[in-house]
């Protein structure tokens, strides 16, 4: 595995960059679809690799060890073979999902206890037994196990929970450090910056978690509801302690701006279920803006659903049909959209990956800011 | 449009055909898979064609003239412009929908009053008035207005309605000579044989039938909950009298078994919402029997779906992963049940058509019977 940066941007600290997996080549920025349980929802694996091209894939490790369980997983050779998916996977450590479920977990120093949401069954998460679960998993990119902070999030708390998961880092790290590769393939291990809203424990938490010296780092616990500029904010702060010559992941986002904005901060990678989750409920971004296909609007035009848009989807179906579908409540509704959007963000960082070589990028980003966030 | 027999069993009634339409060729025994509100339920129609390779498709009078409404349907040009189908469509008359309102309608000679499921809104379908939907919908095999009675049916009530639907097809006729095909294609009138489970009604209606001289002949009434012995009895009574050239469909279905018995009564057409009703429950036709994908039994079964499936589904993925779908409740777990169904049976009537051919036809059919009803 190993990561190049191929272009750097001139007025931005955007770059793009080459990060090679034994599950094949990513160029970045990249967008990752999430598929939690082992599918990304209402697409195949075949469109998501041949029509919407996705270089990497997410699953969740929560989800993942509950349902379908590890037994499974590992008599298949891994996620890879049980889903039917070739690319690169990264899996989510699985905290977010654990620290949600409010009174059903209990959290000391050595880990979470928690109750399965499925049948109540109790478990125990630890850095050690997550780091054995993504082993067994299979992940290209494992994620260290963390807390997520929410927003509101005191600054007491904010602050003693990054030193639990920078303990817990050090923990995951031994853990991954003395267990081989699962399948034969390269899996490396992803710290996460933490320290909710304040700069000072941003600051702290980077530099922490650049001195581990892993070939990624992330970003956790922002975009869980604190105001955007907030969250453009702490990136720009953590980019700029995160070293240059690892990528670097903005967990869990997110809109077409965010993504823009993110890439302008030097974030190399995104993941975020609002392609998916949103075109179940109708509605498709395009480079033009968002559109709610439950709407009114829609009902007479027989154009194309996005003219220039990537995906077959685009140019087969109108945007009278999707309605259509959306209306009756067709499962076809949900697949379309989710395959358009899905494109739709593949296309995005295509394009700001084009941007970036060719010295437009902050130019090219003002405009379709400007121009994805418009409601059509 | 025209219709040739190429293959006569020497055992059975079974007989394959050629039937040419102006959106293209349908060799028969033919399935058509059914796409009610315009789209086969969880399946793109790319997949539908290039993957199923399904000939020809249905959609319903009923539910596309209440919703989208024939002002879209007629500005795309038809429903093959509408939804992107460019194969032939059959469309139900709606007839089945109508009775299916029970105390929503009002039964007369002249046709039903009936208030849309949807929104309570008042509509009246005649004979003329669906004769003219149908041309708008665009469907190249029209289905005739008539009544499909309910089982057990009292011999008083067949009988009347049997009449009515006889006169309904008179005026369906009369309607259809009097108007020309709407988008530039041929379009044909199909009627209907009723009769119920009486021999003597049966008998009647299809000599009354066959006299109209259309260029197809359709059997309605039967998979309605009657016995199967006794669906099989009319079918057989009824096939030997509608003329031998014309195609003859028997609606609404069946089960595999049900469709390899109606072949060897001389049945060329058949159309069902099994295979994609049922796929979105979890059960799977296979050429071995029937599967229902929730059984714990595939828990830990890492072969593909179907080892000699036609689909690309069969082997791409497993068993397991497709039960893990159904239990997480993922979409893909339909959408991956409703190909595979599908591709069974678009492969079934082809193995039929072949064994016809090769007058194997009979010694076939009856270990296949047996296979298809094995529950796995």
Request: proline letters at 4%.
């Amino acid at each position: 595995m190993s990561f190049q940066i191929t272009h750097k941007d001139k007025d931005t600290k955007a770059r793009t960059g080459t990060l090679i997996t034994d599950h094949g080549v990513i160029e970045t920025p990249v967008f990752m679809p999430v598929g939690t349980a082992g599918s990304v929802k209402a697409i195949h694996q075949k469109e998501l690799k041949d029509d919407v091209n996705a270089r990497i894939i997410l699953g969740n490790t929560y989800h993942l060890y509950l349902r379908p369980g590890l037994e499974i997983i590992e008599k298949a050779g891994g996620l890879h073979k049980f889903i039917g998916w070739d690319r690169p996977i990264l899996t989510d450590s699985g905290g977010y999902q654990v620290y949600s479920l409010a009174d059903r977990r209990k959290m000391t120093e050595n880990g979470v206890v928690f109750q399965s949401h499925i049948d109540g069954s109790k478990h125990v998460f630890t850095p050690e037994t997550v780091m054995d679960i993504e082993r067994t998993i299979g992940a290209d990119f494992m994620m260290a196990f963390d807390e997520c902070t929410p927003f509101p999030c005191d600054y007491k708390y904010a602050k003693k929970s990054m030193l639990m998961t920078h303990k817990w880092l050090e923990r995951c790290i031994d853990r991954f450090k003395t267990t081989p590769d699962k399948y034969g393939y390269q899996q490396k291990l992803i710290p996460i910056v933490q320290g909710s809203v304040y700069r000072d424990l941003r600051q702290q938490s980077a530099e922490f978690i650049a001195k581990q010296n892993m070939e990624g780092n992330a970003i956790g616990g922002l975009s869980v509801g604190e105001p955007t500029d907030v969250m453009y904010e702490m990136t720009e702060l953590v980019c700029s302690i995160l070293p240059a010559d690892k990528p670097r992941y903005l967990m869990g986002v997110g809109t077409p701006a965010n993504i823009l904005e993110g890439i302008a901060l030097g974030i190399d990678m995104f993941d975020c279920v609002m392609p998916t989750r949103n075109a179940r409920n109708g509605m498709l971004f395009t480079k033009n803006g968002i559109m709610n296909m439950r709407n009114e609007k829609w009902k007479n035009d027989l154009s194309p659903i996005d003219e220039e848009g990537s995906s077959f989807v685009d140019s087969h179906y109108s945007k009278a049909y999707l309605r259509h579908l959306f209306v009756a409540k067709e499962i076809l509704g949900p697949m379309i959209a989710t395959q358009h959007n899905l494109a739709f963000y593949v296309w995005l960082v295509t394009e700001a990956r084009k941007h970036i070589a060719a010295g437009t990028y902050g130019e090219w980003k003002n405009k379709m800011v400007k121009q994805v966030t418009k409601r059509l």
